[in-house]
Every structure is written in structure tokens, then in C-alpha cells.
């Protein structure tokens, strides 16, 4: 792929994202007008509340599950 390929690709990403991001914003502005401020800070709070805590819980198993391979292994000696 020369150069001139490469450049076209990523004009061509830059505008998809631009497409993206235009498509959002109307989205949301459109919501803004139909549901309300309050209601969507409510649901925007409540998802961060939802994946927040699925990260917690999976970091939270991950670092039990490593420190039990590791006090299993330590055992093993």
C-alpha cells in the first residue's frame, strides 16, 4: 500500500467518525428535547453505576483469581 492509498484510507475513516459523531449529536439533542435534562442524567448515571461495577468485579476476580494461582503454586513447593 503506497502512500497515496493510505492517505485515502484514513480520509476515508476521518469522515466515517465525522458521520458518527454527527449522527450522535442529533440523536441526543433530539432526546434532550424529549425526555428532559433530569431524565437523561438519571439514565446516564444509572448505566456509568451498572459498568462501573461490572469493572469493579471483574478486576476484583481477576486479582483473587491471581493471588489463589499464586498461593496454589507457592503451596506446591
Known amino acids: 500500500m503506497n502512500s497515496t492509498e493510505r492517505i485515502r484510507e484514513l480520509i476515508l475513516r ?22 428532559g435534562r433530569k431524565a437523561l442524567f ?3 448515571n444509572t448505566g456509568m453505576l451498572v459498568s462501573k461495577s461490572q469493572d469493579a468485579a471483574t478486576f ?3 486479582h483473587t483469581k491471581i493471588d489463589v494461582l499464586s498461593q496454589v503454586s507457592l503451596l506446591g513447593r
Open 14 to 35: 476521518l469522515r466515517t467518525v465525522q458521520l458518527f459523531n454527527l449522527f450522535a449529536a442529533m440523536l441526543g439533542a433530539s432526546l434532550v428535547d424529549k425526555l
Open 42 to 44: 438519571i439514565i446516564s
Open 60 to 62: 476484583q476476580f481477576v
